[in-house]
């Protein structure tokens, strides 16, 4: 399996615009989760998926943050409008339950968002 | 009382030599401690899990220790090698909630 997988790699844009990220989930993983890293927050995070429909969204900082999961193999999470305290690394996430042990997440290789 | 609580914020050793982080939580709740490895660039990759049914959990030269009454667990690193300089991060969930509760991570440098 190619893992989870993001797009873009890397996004820079001025204040104002909208950014969208992309995520593709490993094929068979019912959750999907967004985080975002930041030096001073850590790891946080925003909202995640379950077949589909989203389950938690407390970690959604404000209306300018939305997120979509319309099919099993897809995600997107907007901002608009970007502002520069958005900067940060955003991963995508998804998550089995292994048999006795517990829902094992797998990370994407995220995407490094810069607003000037 | 979801908080988990990691130290040290990081952590210089020795090649060689034995890295240990360690975490606590409150949440009596929790029954899964998994521990996430994560390097510059990457996003962060399991590493080692336990369920509190037992005290150790070993895989190659990591092991996680828990102590259930203390509501604690950490990770060894054994024979610490450069290529396990990273970030760490611990984390705990309920049984049946997919939703992890992160430690604020340990950032180790193996030096030789």
């Known amino acids: 399996d190619a893992g989870v997988i993001q797009s873009p790699r890397h996004e820079v844009t001025e204040m104002g615009q909208e950014v969208t990220l992309r995520c593709k989930p490993i094929?068979?993983?019912?959750?999907l989760f967004w985080y975002r890293q930041t030096m001073m927050r850590g790891l946080e995070l925003l909202i995640y998926f379950n077949n589909n429909v989203p389950i938690d969204d407390s970690g959604m900082p404000e209306d300018r943050f939305s997120a979509k999961m319309p099919n099993a193999s897809f995600s997107t999470l907007k901002i608009q409008p970007s502002e520069p305290r958005d900067s940060a690394v955003y991963f995508c996430?998804?998550?089995?339950?292994?048999?006795?042990?517990?829902?094992?997440?797998?990370f994407g290789p995220g995407t490094r968002l810069t607003v000037t | 009382q979801q908080q988990v609580k990691q130290s040290p914020q990081s952590l210089i050793v020795q090649k060689g030599g034995i890295s240990i982080i360690n975490c606590a939580y409150e949440?009596?709740?929790?029954?899964?401690f998994p521990w996430y490895q994560q390097f510059p660039g990457k996003g962060p990759a399991l590493l080692i899990a336990i369920r509190p049914d037992v005290s150790e959990k070993k895989e190659g030269r990591f092991t996680i220790s828990f102590n259930k009454s203390a509501k604690q667990f950490s990770l060894h690193i054994m024979d610490s090698q450069p290529g396990d300089s990273a970030t760490y991060f611990c984390?705990?969930?309920?049984?049946?909630?997919?939703?992890?509760?992160f430690g604020t991570g340990t950032r180790l440098t193996i030096i030789p």
């Open positions: 996430a998804s998550s089995f339950l292994r048999g006795g042990s517990g829902y094992e997440q797998y």
């Open positions: 949440n009596t709740a929790f029954d899964y």
């Open positions: 984390a705990a969930s309920n049984f049946g909630n997919e939703k992890l509760t």
């Open positions: 094929s068979g993983h019912n959750s």
